[in-house]
């Protein structure tokens, strides 16, 4: 496989502008907040109100995506009076993507007009104190891919989206978690809201018994396959971001347990707990 850094794998300005032109001369709306969905989770998708979707392969230069719980679209709309674009399904490294494909996205947002940036996914649980449905506030993440030269930021940088060496301290915008919390408070989900740190591999085979105690060790509470890579290109471009966590399943972390993750008990939990996320995340983004 072609080494992504290299120039011919990297996308241009021109291209990105490209496809945001071609997204504001087919839409009228002018969406100020984006949503990535996880797997399971493009309902969110379906609170917008006067929608106007695009199937990703009908958009230029966009990738499309390969996975189950991933519709592949991107729906413009607004959100309880709130202009928003929503990723009905992301893009992964393990689809066979190079790093940049994976974020192509984000940086189109970012000429669309979009300011914030909310980001979800279905991940394991590793900190003992998780369950099954709880709703983890991404407060930082470890990025594995990264420390192997797999970063987004990697190969020319372009000025005009950011500077060459961002500062990734304050990744996870505090004052939106704060707004989550008390949001969360609200609507009386706190009770199964955490607050951790979100641990990316490539993916797609799941963590072994090994990897899971690495990976506590390091302090990780949850692990999951994607988000990592939107978040660097997000905070590079100047966007406020904020992660959510849906714990699918736990990590096994017991060589005599007969537990074993799948991908069809993630989009099981995810279908129970779907309701809960989409109404506090509609709520955030009346408030944002």
């Known amino acids: 496989m072609e080494a992504t850094s290299s120039h011919s794998s990297l996308c241009s300005y021109e291209q990105y502008k490209e496809t945001a032109d071609w997204l504001l001369k087919h839409t009228s709306h002018r969406p100020k907040v984006a949503i990535v969905c996880g797997s399971g ?13 695009f199937p990703y392969e009908d958009i230029p230069h966009f990738p499309t995506s390969t996975v189950t719980g991933h519709a592949g679209q991107l729906v413009f709309g ?24 994976v974020t192509y996205p984000v940086r189109v947002f970012r000429l669309l007009g979009v300011e914030a940036l909310i ?51 304050d990744a996870y915008d505090r004052e939106m978690r704060e707004l989550a919390k008390k949001t969360a408070k609200e609507q009386g989900c706190d009770s199964f809201l955490q607050e951790g740190v979100y641990c990316m591999l490539a993916g797609p085979s799941y963590e072994t018994i090994a990897e899971c105690r690495l990976l506590q060790m390091l302090g990780a509470d949850a692990v999951g396959m994607s988000t990592v890579p939107e978040v660097l290109v997000a905070r590079h471009c100047g966007l406020r971001v904020l992660g959510l966590s849906l714990i699918t399943n736990k990590a ?18 995810t279908k129970h707990r779907t309701q809960d996320l989409q109404k506090l995340v509609s709520e955030i983004i009346t408030k944002i």
Do not use: W
């Not at 989770?41 to 979707?53: E, I, Q, S, V, Y």
């Not at 279905?122 to 983890?136: Q, T």
């Not at 950011?162 to 990734?168: E, S």
């Open 41 to 53: 989770l493009g309902g969110l998708a379906d609170l917008l109100d006067n929608k106007t979707a």
């Open 78 to 101: 607004r959100l309880q009076g709130q202009e928003c674009v929503c990723m009905q399904g992301r893009f992964h490294f393990y689809e066979g993507y190079n790093i940049h494909k």
């Open 119 to 169: 980001v979800t996914n279905a991940a394991g649980g590793l900190n003992d104190s998780y369950k099954v449905g709880d709703i983890m506030l991404i407060k930082d993440h470890i990025n594995m891919p990264g420390f192997a030269g797999q970063n987004p930021l990697c190969g020319h940088n372009d000025e005009r989206f950011g500077v060459r060496f961002p500062c990734m301290s």
């Open 252 to 269: 096994v972390t017991d060589y005599d347990s007969s537990e074993k993750a799948n991908h069809e008990e993630v989009l099981k939990t």
